[in-house]
């Protein structure tokens, strides 16, 4: 199937690992024409080279931003230019239970993925309305759909982005402009030892038991499933989906 990505330009946050760079490495290969975004240069850079050395000919550039920062937000916004394709993935809320996570932990996590999302989608938003069309792709998390008091800053955060995207996206089509979401679940990534060293604390009492908290029915998803629903959800072939968000996790929070 062509998704008839080629020459679309791209902005990815938080596109230097994860799932992040995931979305920049699929949509490198279907001919898109990339920016990624993070706060470490070093990390940046690694991630330029592996998508150079993995689809030859691709054009990527990064920029070190810190998207907590309004003023950094801003400048990524200028550095840019015209965006056909942008996709919001930077930040991770830290689990702990509403005992643990203090207000300014709270506050710092929301300043970027929250509030990251929400200031970037209403600059985007309406600059792909005047230019008649664009895709706003917000990666949120399972947890909106499946909150657990063990990561409560994330369930109520995500749950709010989702609720962005439903409203962005529910009359966004009539301007030629589509808002999505993906709600990943457990994926192997970095991050997925982050969150159950966490659970592995509350559970067992011992967080360098995580290991025995990952699941296998279903196992954790790759980076790569999650990176081509992004892949598809970012093209034209998904032309009539906006205003929803489709949660990756093997089924887990529909049980």
Not at 52 to 81: F, I, K, N, P, Y
Request: hydrophobic share 40%.
């Amino acid at each position: 199937m062509d998704l008839d990505l080629d020459g679309k330009k791209v902005v990815i946050t938080g596109g230097s690992k994860g799932i992040g760079l995931g979305c920049a490495l699929a949509l490198a290969r279907e001919g898109c024409d990339l920016q990624i975004a993070a706060r470490d240069q070093g990390t940046l850079a690694l991630a330029e080279a592996q998508i150079r050395e993995s689809v030859h000919g691709v054009t990527v550039v990064s920029h070190s931003v810190d998207l907590s920062q309004t003023r950094d937000q801003m400048a990524l916004l200028d550095a840019v230019g015209d965006v056909d394709i942008w996709v919001n993935n930077a930040g991770a809320i830290p689990a702990g239970d509403i005992s643990t996570i203090g207000e300014s932990q709270w506050r710092s996590a929301w300043d970027l993925k929250v509030f990251g999302y929400i200031n970037l989608c209403r600059e985007v938003y309406p600059r792909m309305i005047a230019r008649g069309h664009g895709v706003i792709i917000n990666v949120i998390g399972a947890a909106a759909v499946r909150p657990q008091p063990s990561y409560i800053a994330g369930a109520v955060g995500n749950s709010g982005l989702v609720g962005l995207t439903t409203a962005l996206g529910s009359r966004s089509l009539s301007h030629g402009v589509r808002v999505v979401g993906v709600n990943p679940g457990l994926i192997v990534t970095d991050r997925m030892e982050d969150i159950l060293r966490r659970e592995a604390i509350d559970q067992l009492n011992d967080e360098e038991r995580w290991a025995e908290l990952i699941p296998d029915d279903p196992a954790p998803g790759s980076v790569q499933q999650c990176a081509d629903v992004v892949t598809f959800l970012a093209s034209f072939r998904a032309s009539h989906v906006t205003g929803t968000t489709l949660t990756v996790d093997g089924g887990a929070s529909a049980r």
